[in-house]
């Protein structure tokens, strides 16, 4: 029912910065939870953050947690991704989701909305 757009992603050094945003279009996105995957080439989308709808609860998968934040602006129906401290393992597509329900959750199946994408590359 959420049309998702993402955007912000590029080429960055190690260590450096990039926030990806999630351009929502619906009249259900304030209540949906949202969250972040990422697919690099032969390997599985993986969980990488998700948020309530209130944007108090947040889910990090572990190899992300203090280096990203996730965050929404419901007003411009928009959420985000910081991410810090970029590592080259970080390097992947990066998909928004909304999930089916309103709770924040990491699992893939919960999502019944995707974006098409934004590449991510961190350079050593």
């Known amino acids: 029912q959420v049309q998702l757009v993402e955007s912000g992603g590029g080429l960055v050094q190690a260590g450096g910065s990039l926030r990806l945003s999630c351009a929502a279009s619906?009249?259900?996105?304030?209540?949906?939870?949202m969250g972040w995957f990422r697919q690099a080439p032969g390997k599985e989308r993986e969980f990488v953050a998700s948020i309530s709808w209130s944007g108090v609860n947040t889910y990090y998968t572990g190899s992300v947690k203090g280096r990203f934040t996730i965050s929404r602006d419901n007003a411009k129906n928009t959420v985000y991704l910081q991410m810090n401290n970029l590592k080259p393992e970080d390097t992947a597509v990066y998909y928004c989701?909304?999930?089916?329900?309103?709770?924040?959750?990491?699992?893939?199946?919960?999502?019944?909305?995707w974006g098409q994408g934004t590449q991510v590359t961190v350079s050593s």
């Open positions: 989701a909304a999930s089916f329900g309103s709770s924040a959750t990491k699992a893939k199946g919960d999502f019944g909305s």
């Open positions: 619906g009249r259900t996105f304030s209540s949906n939870a």
